[in-house]
DNA sequence: TCAGCTCACACTTTTGAATAGC
DNA sequence: AGCTATTCAAAAGTGTGAGCTG
């Protein structure tokens, strides 16, 4: 839990709380729903909105100059689930993932302080089936829904804190109610899905800026459903998901127990009728029972009973204990796929809780406990995932990755070396994808993981922590040395040319490096690292913006909600920006994108690309499906490669071979090819000009959508029922983002605040 | 007819308040 | 009075299966 003792800038007044944020467990008093809140008169707001940047006598941090990692603790889990085809129940009212991420972070600055995002973009652009054992791509994915972020309740907290504990996104719900107020992530069901987890840099909540990393476990992918297809799947959750305990072999609600209920429960109503018709039969027996008890009882004493020698044969043939009692007999069944392995780790989950594990739900505990196992004994991965073009759901295994996927986020070279390829996973097993894509041909003979370049720089304000060396991105891109992620535009794609391929008009560019030039002291003139950089892409040119924190703080006179229209490009002015710079739209924050804008003045470089799927297009099922491949955690730098979208080669077929890194230690996992994941694929850069002039870039939904035609006008609205909520914040007097949290929001089930963290949606739909 | 979805159900774990003991 | 441990009940998380829907 957070406290404002340990975070000073989360003290903000009511109007905070009301900002569409909902904390876990906070009182729930006072805060008004979303939208309501961003209906609230800014006036009416304190004075001080923010904690004020630091002074400029204030220590700055240094930039740990450790690469930025992170680890899926239970990859061997998840590995587990994945070779068979991992399954996600989505709920009306939400579901739980299981597994759960499960992640540890390492090579933050401890005094810095970061935020923690789950989302969750689409695998690819097919929706699936369960035929003939398998899963198999049957026709073009549904419409993108509105993309929402869950955040971590324990964000914003400092990187000593991500560090010294397992981070576990299992708050998280996913739901396919389209309308969902519970802030959820809607997913569609029979879908494919890559979680991905974003670490950024941010003063608090609502300000985030600075680095970010964005880190993808390719074993994480799985199918939404909302009854479980496969029975292999079944089984392994049963077995490693402590709430499922019940459905075990061995447990009170498994099929055989069930199964006896029923017969009680029927032979209770037939010896009813028989009480009725005065049936003699055993009424000092078992007559009790047949009148008093419930199923429940009557499994408890079926419970009890299991371990007593089998009961004489009423007469009348109501054996209310019969069954459990041979159910108990029944040996449990060898479960696939080291099932029986699993089973037999985590067969007292209060055992292994009462081990003194922390932070995790008893779920998580038990993850933990088949992660140690499968250690030991580790099954083969092999991912079930069909090839869309292959028809087939069976996969050749892979070889088994390293236990744990680690990734540093600034590693993209690493992983995408080429040259040297990880021999321990000679071939993925998401292969289908990648050997019949066309799109992938190019980079099937690469090891170079597929990047989802969503980590960039982005200005950050100078550390409030004077024990901090330095900050984390104090600096503008001029100084590459001063700032670690600046580093990685060269890091992911050393071999290719700089340059050039970014896109953004010289003009802009040429203001921005004016505005750096002129603007030395401001930490937000760092360089900018767009997101959704491709390996290929070589050079991006990295995008400076000018300052987006100002570091004066002033009462914040106004938060306006402003609602554009859905379909309204996504542009947002920017205050401090040349005026033929005002509106810098992303691409893939248009409407009919997968990923709205995001308003943010000072965060929307960052947050935009970062939770964009710029490769994500909605096409139709006849695109080939991308290949995935498992087994890697696909860090995501925070350089930005906007030049890689703009260069003809950003399009996936186009991709090409990352430079081999130097340094492959910081990853477990063998190189992946690229665009294994393909929404990781760089394919869509961010070219702000691109997106206002090239409608045809943006994604195609519908042919018969206004924003699926090629026009001069702005896409359309995907959502047009939702009426989007930018959230106008302001930090100081001199700018004003129009943020575009139109789901950060709290919510009020019964009176008692979302206890299951809080969601960012980042899409133009309303939540309420 | 059937695939997919919703809901109630029973079981389980988790959580927090209440209580007891020191 | 304050702290810790225990107990208890409510809430919430599970998969299942019947029923509904398009």
């Known amino acids: 839990m957070l406290s404002l003792e340990m975070y000073p800038s989360l003290s903000l007044g009511p109007q905070r709380i009301g900002d569409c944020f909902f904390r876990e467990r906070q009182p729930p008093a006072h805060m008004p729903l979303f939208p309501q809140a961003c209906d609230v008169n800014p006036k009416a707001l304190p004075p001080r909105l923010l904690a004020p940047p630091p002074g400029p006598n204030e220590p700055a941090t240094n930039t740990p100059k450790e690469e930025v990692k992170m680890e899926l603790e239970n990859a061997n889990l998840w590995k587990q689930f994945s070779s068979v085809g991992t399954e996600m129940i989505i709920t009306k009212k939400g579901r739980r993932m299981f597994p759960g991420l499960r992640l540890k972070l390492s090579g933050l600055n401890p005094s810095l302080r970061y935020i923690l995002l789950l989302d969750i973009i689409p695998a690819d652009n097919s929706r699936y089936r369960f035929q003939g054992g398998g899963w198999q791509a049957v026709g073009g994915a549904e419409a993108r829904l509105p993309d929402r972020v869950f955040i971590h309740p324990d964000s914003p907290a400092t990187g000593a804190h991500w560090q010294d504990r397992t981070i576990s996104f299992h708050y998280a ?367 991006p040119a990295p995008v400076t913006f000018p300052p987006f924190f100002n570091q004066n703080h002033h009462p914040l006179p106004t938060l306006p909600c402003s609602f554009p229209p859905h379909g309204a490009p996504t542009s947002f002015p920017l205050p401090s920006v040349p005026s033929h710079m005002q509106n810098l739209a992303f691409p893939n924050m248009h409407q009919n994108s997968a990923h709205p804008a995001l308003h943010l003045q000072n965060q929307a470089p960052s947050l935009a690309p970062a939770f964009t799927p710029s490769t994500f297009t909605h096409q139709p099922s006849s695109l080939p499906h991308p290949p995935f491949q498992p087994s890697s955690c696909f860090a995501v730098s925070s350089s930005f490669q906007q030049s890689a979208a703009s260069a003809p080669s950003a399009h996936p077929q186009n991709l090409h071979n990352p430079p081999p890194s130097s340094s492959t230690t910081s990853s477990s996992y063998p190189p992946l090819e690229r665009g294994a994941i393909p929404q990781f694929n760089p394919v869509a850069p961010y070219r702000p000009d691109m997106v206002l002039h090239h409608p045809s870039l943006l994604p195609q939904l519908d042919p018969s959508h206004p924003s699926s035609m090629p026009s001069s006008n702005p896409p359309q609205a995907l959502y047009h029922s939702f009426p989007s909520y930018p959230l106008r914040l302001r930090q100081d007097p001199h700018s004003s983002l129009s943020i575009p949290f139109r789901h950060l929001y709290r919510q009020h089930q019964h009176g008692h605040p979302h206890p299951q963290g809080s969601y960012l949606d980042m899409s133009t739909r309303a939540v309420f």
């Not at 040297?420 to 894509?437: A, E, G, K, T, W």
């Not at 071999?495 to 002291?521: C, R, V």
Request: glycine residues 4%.
């Open 173 to 539: 719900k996913l739901t396919n109610n389209t309308l969902d107020t519970q802030g959820h992530i809607i997913l569609h069901s029979l879908h494919r899905y890559q979680p991905r987890v974003h670490v950024i840099e941010a003063r608090d909540v609502l300000r985030w800026g600075g680095g970010q990393h964005s880190f993808v476990f390719p074993e994480t992918q799985f199918i939404t459903v909302t009854a479980y297809q496969n029975n292999k799947i079944t089984d392994l959750k049963i077995n490693a998901n402590p709430f499922a305990k019940g459905f075990r072999e061995d447990g009170m609600n498994s099929k055989k127990q069930r199964d006896a209920r029923q017969k009680r429960k029927i032979s209770i109503s037939s010896e009813t009728l028989d009480i009725v018709n005065c049936d003699p039969c055993d009424s000092t027996e078992h007559l009790p029972q047949s009148i008093t008890s419930t199923s429940s009882t009557a499994d408890l004493q079926a419970l009890a009973l299991a371990s007593l020698p089998p009961l004489p044969d009423p007469s009348c043939g109501f054996r209310p204990g019969e069954a459990a009692y041979q159910d108990t007999l029944v040996p449990q069944q060898t479960l696939d796929l080291g099932q029986a392995f699993m089973a037999s780790q985590i067969s007292d989950i209060g055992l292994s809780m009462a081990s003194g594990m922390q932070d995790t739900a008893g779920s998580e505990m038990a993850n933990s406990m088949i992660e140690r196992s499968d250690t030991l004994g580790e099954p083969a991965y092999t991912s079930t995932f069909p090839a869309p073009e292959a028809n087939s759901s069976s996969f050749p295994s892979a070889p088994l990755p390293p236990p744990s996927s680690t990734f540093s986020s600034l590693s993209v070279s690493d992983i995408s070396d080429t040259s040297n390829p990880h021999p321990s996973i000679p071939s993925m097993d998401y292969p289908s994808i990648l050997s019949s894509s066309p799109i992938l041909s190019s980079s099937s003979t690469t090891t170079t993981p597929s990047l989802q370049q969503t980590t960039f720089t982005f200005p950050t304000p100078p550390p409030s922590n004077s024990s901090s060396p330095q900050p984390l991105l104090c600096s503008s891109s001029s100084s590459p040395a001063a700032n670690t992620y600046h580093t990685i535009p060269e890091t992911i794609s050393p071999h290719t040319p700089t340059d050039d391929s970014f896109s953004a008009p010289s003009g802009l560019q040429d203001q921005i490096s004016a505005h750096l030039n002129n603007s030395p002291s401001d930490h937000s003139s760092a360089a900018f690292i767009y997101p959704n950089s491709l390996p290929a892409n070589p050079d």
